[in-house]
Each structure stands twice: as C-alpha cells, then as structure tokens.
C-alpha cells in the first residue's frame, strides 16, 4: 500500500516570502498525484494534479509542484505567498495502474500561516 | 452546476448507536468516495461506489457501510459507533469509467462532522 509523508506540518511565512512544502510517497509503480487545499471554513480543494507528462505541473493561485520519480517526490512551490494562502495543505497519491479503487491516500497535512 | 453536497453539518451520537450519513453528488459524476478525517490528519479513504456498487475499500471495518442510489447520491452507515469514529467525515464524487476512476479528479464537499460520546 502507498503512504505519502509531508514534512512539515507547520509553517509560518510573511508575505511575499518564497513557500516549498515536502511531500514524498512511498509506491514502486505509477502514480497520480495531487495537492488540495482547505482554506479555514472551506472544504477541500483541488491546487493541482500530476498524471504524466511534464513533471511540472502548474495549479491554480500561482501555484506550482515538480515530480521527481528518483526521489519519489512531489513538492509544492510558490514564488510569493499572500495571506490569503494561510490554509491547510494536502498531498495525496493514488496509484496510477492497474485498475480498481484505492481511493486516494492523504498526508497528514501541512498547516501554513502567512503572517502580513 | 451543483457541487457535492452532504448533510447533516454536524451530528452528536452516544457510543453503541448507529448513524447515517448522505452525500450528493456533483452533477455528471458517477462515482462516490467517503473518508474520515480525524483531527490533525489527513482524510482516510473508506469505501467507493460505482454504479451502485462497492468497488474499493480501505482499512476499514465491516461495521462502515454504504450505499449508491440510482442518481449517484451515497449513503455512509456506520454501526456500533465507538469514541474513535468522532471525526469529519467527508464525501467526493468524480466521473470514473468501470470503476477505474484513479484517471479522475475528486471534488470534495464540505463534510459530516460527527461527535461520538
């Protein structure tokens, strides 16, 4: 079974500062990948998603994440944060073949505030 | 377009009882997945169903069941609740074909945040 790891599980920024969060998966096969997003009082959103093809992927919000299959990474970036990007972070994978329904597997989430 | 939909908001239940939870689906999708979210951590998958049907499940007991009606929309029944079923329980529907739905993207709605004492 897959597992995804984020690293972070509280980051505090200001403004305009730069924002990568870690998230490694754990499974030897092909994978989809996606980031969502929970903004406070808001339900789950979905940032952006990696299927296949060019390993950076761009989201919505100036959001972006880079697959890297070697390290079995997929990290979110973003240039400049604003406090309206204060919000809970999710990384999740699913496995990509073999047909069926794992359902998508979360990490236990990263919790950024951007302070003004 | 509707989004994904689920009542009760919140739910207040004493151990032993039964609850049943209700997800709308987004208009167009066919599949339905059910997490659990405990605090501080990430959404657990439960089940999916396709058509009716059951067809995933994650590491979940037998006393956490479901249903699919014919217009998509979803049910979560959980039996014997136990103090460790507190937590927000959360709906996603997407468009999948044969159950193959990984391809897909999920839409969350807001969730059931249910309390058991």
């Known amino acids: 079974a897959q597992s995804v790891s984020q690293h972070n599980h509280h980051v505090i920024l200001s403004e305009a500062a730069s924002l990568e969060l870690g998230c490694n998966y754990s499974?030897?096969?092909?994978?989809?990948l996606f980031w969502y997003v929970q903004y406070p009082g808001q339900h789950l959103q979905l940032l952006l998603k990696y299927f296949s093809g060019d390993p950076l992927v761009k989201g919505i919000k100036g959001f972006e994440a880079e697959f890297i299959k070697s390290k079995f990474s997929f990290n979110l970036r973003k240039p400049s944060v604003q406090w309206s990007d204060t919000a809970e972070y999710f990384c999740?994978?699913?496995?990509?073949?073999?047909?069926?329904?794992?359902?998508?597997?979360f990490g236990k989430g990263t919790h950024l505030i951007i302070q003004p | 377009e509707t989004g994904v939909t689920q009542s009760p908001t919140h739910l207040i239940k004493t151990r032993g009882q039964q609850v049943t939870l209700r997800c709308s689906s987004q208009?167009?999708?066919?599949?339905v997945s059910w997490y659990q979210q405990a605090l501080g951590q990430g959404p657990q998958f439960i089940f999916q169903?396709?058509?009716?049907?059951?067809?995933g499940r994650g590491n979940f007991p037998p006393r956490f069941s479901g249903l699919q009606f014919p217009n998509y929309s979803s049910e979560l029944n959980v039996n014997a609740l136990e103090l460790d079923d507190s937590a927000l329980y959360l709906c996603?529907?997407?468009?999948?074909?044969?159950?193959?739905?990984?391809?897909?993207?999920?839409?969350f709605g807001p969730g059931t945040r249910l309390t058991v004492t």
């Open positions: 996603a529907s997407s468009s999948g074909t044969s159950g193959a739905f990984y391809s897909y993207e999920q839409y």
């Open positions: 169903y396709y058509r009716e049907e059951e067809n």
């Open positions: 499974y030897g096969g092909t994978v989809n």
């Open positions: 208009s167009g999708h066919n599949t």
């Open positions: 999740a994978v699913i496995r990509g073949s073999g047909g069926g329904a794992d359902g998508l597997t």
